[in-house]
């Protein structure tokens, strides 16, 4: 029971962070607090939270660099070292690819969007950003749920 808290609890505070990307294109640091310790609280659940922990620490110079790159927001970065301890580490690349397959449908989806305002003369073509936060939570969504 305890388990399925902390997953429904890490499921609305990425529904939150998908909104506050999308309106704000920010991801707040509490909410990747909070995902962060429900994360920790399944890996504890699970019996592997020190494994858990070691990859996080492991991947995050890997996803900082991805950052300094400007290939991922901060709070994207923020949002994916969170999420790591969420999954056993058997199931890390499957939530890696879910988001990545997640995130071409959301650039894909915002690409259409600005090209249709371009077209329809509503607005132009500038420095456009996706919301990753979105698809970070619909790739999680995938994985955890198995739509």
Known sequence: MLYNLFIVLASLSLFYAAGTD?????????????????SLGVAVIRGDALCS???TVSLAPFLYILWRC??????????????IPIVPISGLLSLFLSIAVAGSVVAGMCLAWHWIKFVTGWGSIGDQTV???????A?????????
């Open 53 to 55: 922990l070691l990859v």
């Open 131 to 137: 919301p990753y936060g979105v698809a970070i939570a």
């Open 70 to 83: 400007h290939l991922f927001g901060g709070g994207d970065v923020k949002l994916m070292i969170g999420l």
């Open 22 to 38: 999308i309106y704000r294109r920010s991801i707040y640091n509490w909410t990747v607090l909070v995902v962060f310790f429900m």
């Open 139 to 147: 790739g999680t969504f995938i994985n955890l749920y198995h739509f």
